[in-house]
């Protein structure tokens, strides 16, 4: 039980703090630098990163030489943002990011640009993330009254996503509706 509940805050922190991340990153760095929410949820929370965050507390645990903590940052970080990439663009039909005009993309999912960055991430967090957090999540864990606070956060998170994903259904089938009468119409005339 202890387990999963450290779990559910890794992802809680991480999904926050990820979307914390990429505000700033998509209004300083990324053009059109502009504010703007960087997920396809409406809260602040970024699932991508919530997983990243479990993944990479997980690494930074395992008893490794560092240098092979340092290639599982790598391959580990930039398979999730893969398969996240992949999950969108094939299942909701969206596109939340695009690395085509980068050199070695991989269906404008991945690049050696952006996994060098997951690495170099990586390794801050080890340094200097990793040791405070796992403090902070064993004070959770000894401090049933911050339960609460999980479980608001995730019912409110949660309604988010299932709101979300009915709201991105209903527009899929719209756009499907729509298209479908244009090609009627065409093929009357």
């Not at 490794?64 to 398969?83: G, N, P, Q, R």
């Amino acid at each position: 039980m202890e387990i999963f509940v450290a779990l559910l805050i890794l992802f809680a922190i991480g999904a926050m703090t990820g979307w914390v991340i990429e505000v700033f990153w998509r209004r300083f760095f990324s053009p059109p630098r502009v504010w703007k929410n960087p997920g396809f949820l409406h809260g602040p929370w970024l699932p991508l990163y919530g997983f990243g965050t479990v993944l990479l507390y997980a690494i930074s645990s395992l008893p490794v030489h560092l240098a092979i903590k340092i290639v599982l940052f790598c391959v580990v970080m930039t398979l999730i943002e893969y398969i996240a990439g992949i999950i969108f663009i094939r299942g909701m039909k969206i596109k939340l990011w695009d690395y085509s005009k980068c050199w070695g993309n991989i269906q404008g999912i991945i690049c050696p640009l952006y996994s060098f960055l997951w690495t170099i991430l990586g390794v801050l967090f080890y340094f200097f993330i990793f040791p405070s957090l796992d403090v902070a999540v064993h004070y959770i864990l000894n401090h049933y009254y911050m339960y609460l606070l999980i479980g608001l956060f995730y019912g409110v998170f949660l309604c988010d996503f299932f709101a979300t994903i009915d709201f991105t259904a209903k527009v899929q089938k719209f756009k499907k509706d729509v298209l479908d009468a244009r090609k009627d119409v065409l093929s009357l005339e």
